[in-house]
Each structure stands twice: as structure tokens, then as C-alpha cells.
């Protein structure tokens, strides 16, 4: 510690102060970590209160602490509400996530590939929807279905999170895309490679990764969107319209044990896609 | 079917290259095109034209008139949710720049090995429910939660702390909380790209940090400031969860609208609220966008 102080000053000395210097060196030192912890701890804070108070007794969720309790992990699996707007929830997830796989990636491939007139417009296409407030995306789908004569349900639900799902799918595949030798095909198909051969052997294996990390995101994107299924859903709940209605009711411990299941869902799938796309 | 263009001047080459380049694009960009044509640009239109029309007995009447947007800007609720809405997303947006931008500089400069792990924490909130971890906040800053009850507890505070919740203040708490992850995650990957020797040389030269911040790191930032900004602000502009679980009565846009549709049962003024948000998003979008990559930041 004091040989650290010296030599920290000994740079310095002939100035002013160096007791001051010592200290302003010390704080410029170690405010970017300092900073970055407490920015962690500002993203964590409403996660760890959750999983905390969903094992406290109290229905209050309120310190002090009442003590230690499970009771409420055993009410939501009761739930048959719950656990059918789950499955609906899954149910769509699983079919966004294979309809904006399969577009998105052969979306990416127009985008990188293809060199034509009006790519620009394309790519803003492709780039706005991600950027639309959802909510505005979902009064817009509602009224266009209502116009259309088409009653909204879970399927109108899958069509309107197609739209910004698939966008985030071409954005990852794009990169992957991006990163891989164009000569590698060539050489496939100057080997005598159908194109058909040159994709399944040689385009598709490389972009296995981003294709599946896609996927995962486009899972997850439509396992937690609100405001689409909010709007266009109909009678149907999926999870996250369940939680809402439940927090519209009043705070109850369920919510917070039905919340740490869906954070630790969602953590799992981030580190899968995490780890699969910087593999 | 082009057969081999090997023999071909390189002009009809191009040509054929192109044809068949294009001919491939039908076959992959079309089956998105047509999902965004349909599903998001003509339900974007169809918003901007049933905003002419009237509410009858809960069907809609063509009536083709300009007082829905006249009413976004006249009525004074529409009004004040535009003003408010507008000051807290810019003041959100502030606030996730002063935020972010040392926080992603340290993780880009200095993460080391550790540098994956901590973008996997930083993806962590980025891809969980908002409404879970906004819920979360609920719990933290309401007059019986945990803030107040703690504080009440230690013996700070006799009374809780009222302008915790359902204020301006949480929306802005809130807002900041669940869109900051937009602004770290384009801000590093601008940050992690600057070349180490530039700052080195920088240095080596005599020039200060703050002449090293301004005249290199923060120009080679903003294609991925701008592009956080891009996201805070619409993101913050069209938030509906925030205000409507930790924002009380506050008037606010997403609110606003959300009200129109439901309770209100007036589609064509909410679809009016809809499009003036639209077209400022669209605007936002239009200056903003050639001085950033989105597509970089995923």
C-alpha cells in the first residue's frame, strides 16, 4: 500500500499538492470499476429482489425478512390458469421460432448475397421493425386483422411477433454470413456441386452457430413479448398477459415465484445462445 | 441456365450476374419481403388511415376527417402525454449515455478475460422479461417495499417516501433501468473496435486523457452512441410497460394510447396518437440512421 503511494506520487512530485494528486490519482484509478459494479448492481437489483421475497412468508413483500417458505413455488404449480397460458406461450414460441428461422435465414443470405438495385430499401425493411415501439406495432396489427375480417387468436399472436422476430434472426445469421469466404461455395461448385449439394454441405454448416443462437433469440423474443400477444391475442392468454393480469390484481408472493421460474428460463437460454455464438 | 460466362465479355457477364443474383433474391429476400409488406407496412398504413375515420357504436364509420390529429395536439391530455412523454425519454436518454458510456468503455478497455462473461451479465436483463423485472421494481420503490421499509426499519425514515413510485421520477427510474442495456451493448462494440495503438500513440505524444477522450475514443464511438441513442429514445418514446405499472396517473403517451383503445373504445384517436408517435420514431430514425450500424450491434 505505501510503496504503491509513492511511486503513484513520485510521477507527480514537483507539483502542487501531492497529497491531493495521491487521492485524485486513487479516484481516477478506480472509478471506472467502482462505476461498473454499481451499473451491475443497478441491472441485478429487481432480479435478486424477486427470486429473495419469493421464498419469504410474509405476503408482504417488505423487509424485515418473515422467514423462509416455499409455499408459494407449490401454489403456482397448481395453477392451471398458469400453466395453460404457459403451454400457449410455448406453443407459440416454438412455431415463431421455426417460421423466423427459416425467413430470417434465408433473409440474411438476399442481404449479404445478393447486389441489386433498391438493397438499401431492403435493409431498412429489415432493420425497422426491431426498432418500432411495440406498441405501436400492436395497435397497427390489431387494426389491420380487424380490418381483414380476421379474428385475433394465438395464430394472429404468431403472424405479428413473425414480423419483428424474424428481423433480429437475419441480423445474426447476416453476421455469421459476413465472416465466411464466398470462395468456399465457388470451389464447391466448381467441384461439381449441385447448389442445392453447396448449400446443404457447405453454406448451412457454417452457419449452423448463428442459426441457432437466432433461433434461441427468436424464442425468447417471443416467449417475453407483451405487447403484440397484449393487442392481438384475443381471448387467449400467453405468460407474460397471465403475469400482467395477476399484477393488474394486487401483489401476491406467486407472482414473484412465477417470475423467478421465467428469469432463470430466460437465463438459461441466453447463456446457451451465448455460448453456442461465440463458439 | 445462364451457362458459363467464362467466355463472355465482361459486360453481358455482369449482366448475367446480376440477373441471376436477383433471380436468387426472389427465392430468399421474398418470403420476408412479403411478411413485412403485409404485416408491417400495410397494419402501418391502414393505422395512419383509419385515424380519418369516426367511432359509431363501436364499429367504424368512414367518416375521412383531419380531427383525430388535430385532437392529438389540441386535446389538452393528448397534449400534456406528448410533453411529458417527450421530456422523460430525452431526459432517459441523457441519463443512459452518462450511464453507459464509462460502464461500456471499462468493460471494452479493461474487461480482459473476463470480457464475455460480463456481456453475458449485461445480456441477462437485455433478454428477461420486462415486465418481471419491472415488476421487481415495483417491489423495491412502492410505500410499503423494500426501500421504504428498510429505510423505516434502520430508523432513517419515519414515513415513506412517497415520489418513489408512481411518479415522473419512477418512469424515468424505470425507463433508464430497462433500456440501458440498448445503449452499453452498441456503445462497446464501438469501443472494443478502436485500434489500442491510437490511444497508445495518443499518449506517447503527450497528449492528456481528456484530449485522448475527446479527440479519439469519443469520435470512433459514434456510430454506436448514436446508435443507442436511435433505441433509448424511440424505445422510451413508445413505452407502454413502465408508465402503466410504476407510473401512476402520469399522462403518457403509451398510456394514452392503450387508454384510447380499451377503456376509451376511440380506435381512430388512438390510431391518431399512433401515427404523430410513428412519425416522430420515423423522423428520429431518418436523421439518425446514417451515422450508425445498427445491424453491428446483435
New interface residues.
Given amino acids: 500500500m505505501s510503496t504503491e503511494t509513492t511511486s503513484d506520487t513520485s510521477n507527480v512530485e514537483g507539483e502542487t499538492g501531492i497529497r491531493l494528486d495521491s487521492v485524485l490519482t486513487v479516484a ?1 484509478r478506480y ?3 467502482v ?2 459494479g454499481l ?2 448492481l ?6 435478486a ?2 427470486i429473495v ?1 419469493s421464498f419469504e412468508q410474509g405476503t ?5 425478512w418473515d422467514g423462509f417458505t416455499t409455499q408459494w413455488y407449490a401454489e403456482m404449480a397448481n395453477d392451471t390458469r398458469l400453466i395453460r397460458a404457459t403451454m400457449n406461450s410455448l406453443r407459440v414460441g416454438v412455431v415463431v421460432t421455426i417460421g423466423a428461422t ?3 435465414t ?2 440474411a ?3 449479404v ?4 438495385r433498391g438493397q438499401g430499401l ?1 435493409r ?14 400492436g ?6 386483422f ?2 381483414l375480417n380476421i379474428n385475433t387468436s394465438l395464430q394472429t399472436v404468431m ?2 411477433q ?2 419483428f422476430v ?1 428481423p ?1 434472426v ?3 445469421v ?2 455469421r454470413l459476413r465472416g465466411f469466404d464466398p470462395q468456399l461455395e465457388e470451389a464447391a461448385r466448381d467441384l461439381g456441386a449441385s447448389k442445392w449439394q453447396t448449400y446443404r454441405r457447405v453454406t448451412l454448416p457454417i452457419l449452423m452457430p448463428g442459426i441457432i443462437s437466432g433461433a434461441l ?1 427468436a424464442f ?1 423474443l417471443s ?2 413479448d ?2 403484440i400477444a397484449f ?1 392481438t391475442s384475443g381471448v387467449q392468454n400467453t405468460l ?1 398477459i397471465y ?2 393480469s395477476k ?1 393488474q390484481h394486487g ?1 401476491d408472493p406467486v ?2 415465484a412465477i ?1 423467478t421460474m ?2 432463470l428460463f ?2 438459461a ?3 446457451a445462445s ?1 455460448l453456442i455464438r ?1 463458439r | 441456365m445462364p451457362a458459363d460466362p467464362n467466355k463472355n465479355e465482361s459486360k453481358s457477364r455482369t449482366i448475367i450476374n446480376r440477373v441471376r443474383r436477383s433471380d436468387g433474391f426472389l427465392a430468399t429476400g421474398g418470403p420476408i419481403l412479403l411478411l413485412e409488406l403485409l404485416f408491417f407496412v400495410g397494419p402501418l398504413l391502414i393505422m395512419f388511415f383509419i385515424a380519418t375515420m369516426r367511432m359509431e357504436n363501436l364499429a367504424l364509420e368512414p367518416a375521412y376527417t383531419l380531427e383525430n390529429y388535430v385532437g392529438v395536439f389540441t386535446g389538452s391530455a393528448n397534449r400534456l402525454a406528448f410533453v411529458n412523454t417527450t421530456m422523460i425519454a430525452v431526459l432517459t436518454t441523457v441519463t443512459a449515455v452518462v450511464v453507459a458510456y464509462p460502464f461500456a468503455y471499462y468493460i471494452a478497455r479493461f474487461g480482459g478475460q473476463y470480457q464475455n462473461l460480463l456481456l453475458i451479465l449485461v445480456m441477462i436483463p437485455f433478454w428477461t422479461n420486462y415486465i418481471v423485472r419491472i415488476y421487481g421494481w415495483q417491489i423495491i420503490l412502492g410505500s410499503r417495499g423494500v426501500l421504504n421499509s428498510a429505510l423505516i426499519w434502520m430508523g432513517v425514515i419515519n414515513e415513506p417516501i412517497s415520489w418513489l413510485i408512481n411518479t415522473k421520477f419512477s418512469i424515468w427510474l424505470g425507463l433508464t433501468y430497462l433500456w440501458l442495456p440498448f445503449m452499453v451493448l452498441p456503445l462497446y462494440s464501438s469501443l472494443e473496435k478502436i485500434d489500442e495503438d491510437l490511444i497508445e500513440a495518443a499518449y506517447d505524444l503527450g497528449a492528456s486523457r481528456l484530449a485522448v477522450f475527446r479527440r479519439i475514443v469519443l469520435p470512433l464511438s459514434i456510430p454506436g452512441l448514436v446508435g443507442g441513442i436511435i433505441f433509448v429514445f424511440i424505445f422510451s418514446m413508445g413505452a407502454y410497460i413502465v408508465p402503466a405499472m410504476i407510473g401512476g396517473g402520469e399522462l403518457f403517451v403509451g398510456t394514452r394510447i392503450e387508454y384510447t383503445f380499451g377503456i376509451g373504445g376511440n380506435w381512430p384517436m388512438g390510431a391518431a396518437l399512433g401515427s404523430v408517435l410513428m412519425l416522430i420514431v420515423a423522423g428520429v430514425l431518418w436523421t439518425l440512421m446514417g451515422y450508425t450500424n445498427v445491424e453491428e450491434m446483435f
Fill in positions: 481516477e472509478w471506472l470499476p462505476w461498473t451499473v451491475f443497478f441491472l441485478y437489483a429487481p432480479i429482489v424477486l421475497f408482504f413483500s417488505s423487509l424485515p427459416i425467413l430470417g434465408l433473409g443470405i438476399a442481404l448475397r445478393s447486389d441489386f431492403f431498412g425493411l429489415i432493420i425497422a421493425p426491431m426498432t418500432i415501439p411495440g406498441l405501436i406495432l395497435i397497427a396489427l390489431l387494426l389491420w380487424n380490418i403472424i405479428g413473425l414480423v424474424t433480429f437475419v441480423i445474426t447476416s453476421a433469440f425468447t416467449f417475453d407483451f405487447l393487442f407474460p403475469i400482467w399484477i401483489t407472482i414473484n417470475s421465467v428469469l430466460s437465463i437460454l441466453i447463456v451465448e461465440r
